[in-house]
């Protein structure tokens, strides 16, 4: 990950936060998979995939730092979300929320990152392809009884 991200762009920003009385929110935020722009954009060292043992170390450093939050990111137009497996080892090392997003295109992608343990699915590029199928997450969600 290029240093600007780690804290270039948070120094810069902090100030602005101050003034305008915003909530700061510390979160982890972890990569996966090279083919996305968001590691492209943010020049990050993506995380493999499937191995969760490497992404539940990371999560946990991150819980360390104080993060209060740790994103799970695919990527925007990632061709597949994150595994089930993945999620479920951070979610066994971290007690902080998990957000996890990217490649969730269906129903059950969504169902399957909350039985493994996400508390928040973020949805992008299927929410702004279609209506109905952005609907059709929010009730497998809303539906979703752990």
């Known amino acids: 990950m290029d240093h600007y991200f780690i804290i270039g762009a948070q ?4 100030i602005l936060v101050s003034q305008y009385g915003l909530e700061a929110i510390p979160m982890g935020y972890l990569v996966f998979g090279g083919d996305t722009a968001v590691a492209a954009m943010g020049r990050a060292l993506p995380l493999p995939p499937s191995r969760g043992e490497v ?8 819980q360390y730092l104080g993060m209060r939050f740790v994103y799970l990111e695919a990527g925007s137009g990632a061709e597949r ?13 971290v007690s902080v929320p998990i957000i ?35 609907r059709e997450i929010i009730r497998a969600i809303k539906s979703f009884k752990p």
């Open 55 to 62: 992404a539940a170390c990371y999560a946990l450093a991150a």
């Open 81 to 93: 979300p994150i595994p089930p497996q993945t999620i479920r080892a951070v979610r066994r090392a």
């Open 100 to 134: 996890v997003g990217g490649g969730i295109r269906r129903p059950e992608d969504a169902v399957e990152s909350l039985k493994a343990g996400a508390d928040i699915i973020v949805t992008g590029t299927i929410a702004e392809e279609s209506f109905e199928r952005r």
């Open 11 to 14: 120094s810069q920003g902090a």
